[in-house]
């Protein structure tokens, strides 16, 4: 029986910085609730194909799955995913800095 399709964000990493990206409307961005969620196999593949195209900003674009918080933000749901938006877990930097942790 074929498998359905679950809602997916597409990530990767920043060529230069080494942060975790998103997909969004308007090219990437730094948060996961910034970034488009992808209902559809056709448009998530769509998207992966063109984030392939920018290796010169990212760096291993693949899809995730997500789902909508009740305010309507996407978020991973995977726990790998979930700790990749929290920033670099070496030390304080980056993403760690900015939030109150």
């Not at 990530?11 to 910034?34: E, M, P, V």
Request: no cysteine; net charge negative.
């Amino acid at each position: 029986m074929p498998q359905t399709f679950s809602p997916k964000l597409l990530t990767a990493n920043h060529l230069q910085r080494g942060d975790a990206i998103y997909w969004a409307a308007s090219g990437w961005a730094d948060t996961a609730a910034a970034a488009l969620l992808f209902d559809t196999e056709a448009s998530a593949t769509q998207a992966l194909l063109q984030a392939n195209a920018q290796a010169d900003i990212a760096v291993g674009p693949y899809l995730a799955d997500a789902a909508l918080a009740a305010d309507g933000t996407p978020y991973p749901t995977h726990f790998r995913e979930v700790f990749r938006t929290r920033g670099p877990s070496n030390y304080t930097h980056g993403k760690q800095e900015q939030a109150d942790v």
